[in-house]
DNA sequence: TCCTGCTATGCAACAAGTTGCATAGGCAAG
DNA sequence: CTTGCCTATGCAACTTGTTGCATAGCAGGA
């Protein structure tokens, strides 16, 4: 029920089409709330019919034409309100974890297999704090921040941050722990 | 896809009920995997047909009986293919996220309704927290692994506990940030 | 020239997860 | 003695999310 509400704060950040929508879920809204274009589309269409958001048809030359999503007053008002009502407990759902307690019935093989596994996942969580890093340089070069939107999403950024560097502790004491159990 | 190898490695740990494995996914599964107990009796129903579980009435006094699961071979060998599998990428839901970039669009009071909220959430996870280390003192008091299994569901247990450790200094920052908007 | 990939939108079928309800005996507190 | 909670299992309806496919023009490389 909250996809509604990722798409509103997207929105009034910046007004988009579902297709530069469905990106910036790849990208720095994905940080926090992954959703598919399948999912996008069919939840701004459901939006636009409760008067959350409004389209405006945008021409372009040598690209099929788009719509330009804005929020709607209404959709504000819902945000509003959302915003207001305590936070939902989160639905964890860490897939390694059990693949980890999981190798305590595998085999030798099947542990060497999972310490691979293991180290590509990593790999990939280094890349993305080195991501993370990378934007914050770009977009927050001051500490001080310029102003509340700014300093909203650079302490969301932060958080990612400190997410990435916690798993990559995480999983080194992960691989030394599955490392010493077949010396 | 994978609330049944869940479920499997549950059993592989310890045979249960379908109440008694709701439970554990109230606790310390739950760190890392939730489900409801609807879920879990359709998916167990399902892992039946397939051959993956077996049961065992158990007559009880004074209570309902109940039927004992344990892993049946074909589940073992489903588990140990899906161990080999590749660890599939986690979808992010962090409403608490999308709430912060979202205060930039809220009112004064919006904003102080959200700080109060951000200190409640942070209270759960200091309790939280608390759990996981007494769980620690109690279930892993020697530093040294009894077995694989042990050494495991420990590391596990230090990637709850560091995730507590990171939510909170995180949830620090933000109140920190939310209060600064406004003096 | 063909093949791949990007922009752009969307449908349909299916799988997974949530919410609400039902049953039923025992046990403890008020 | 009634009310609520715990153990124990489960169905039905609904919402949400995933997978696969379709269309269509343009650009760039093999």
Redesign the interface.
């Given at each position: 029920m909250?996809l509604e509400?990722?798409i509103?704060?997207a929105l009034?950040?910046q007004p988009a089409s579902g297709y530069e929508l469905a990106r910036r879920f790849d990208r720095s809204i994905?940080?926090?709330?992954?959703a598919s274009h399948q999912q996008i589309y069919r939840v701004l269409k459901r939006m636009e019919t409760d008067g959350w958001v409004a389209a405006e048809q945008v021409g372009q030359e040598g690209r099929p034409d788009k719509r330009r999503w804005s929020a709607a007053p209404a959709g504000?008002t819902a945000?509003?309100d959302?915003?207001?009502a305590?936070?939902?407990?989160?639905?964890?759902?860490?897939?390694?974890?059990?693949?980890?307690?999981?190798?305590?019935?595998?085999?030798r093989a099947?542990r060497a297999?999972?310490v691979a596994?293991?180290e590509?996942?990593r790999a990939?969580h280094e890349a993305l704090l080195a991501r993370y890093l990378a934007g914050e340089r770009r977009d927050f070069p001051d500490a001080a921040a310029r102003d509340?939107?700014a300093?909203?999403?650079?302490?969301?950024l932060?958080?990612g941050i400190?997410?990435e560097?916690?798993v990559l502790?995480?999983l080194d004491?992960?691989l030394a722990?599955?490392r010493?159990?077949d010396h």
């Open positions: 909250a509400h990722a509103l704060v009034l950040e994905g940080r926090f709330w992954t504000r945000l509003a959302w915003l207001r305590p936070v939902q407990p989160e639905a964890v759902r860490h897939e390694l974890a059990v693949k980890i307690r999981g190798a305590a019935f595998a085999d099947g297999t999972l596994e293991v590509r996942y990939d509340a939107r300093a909203l999403q650079h302490v969301v932060r958080g400190a997410y560097r916690m502790a995480w004491d992960v722990t599955l010493a159990l």
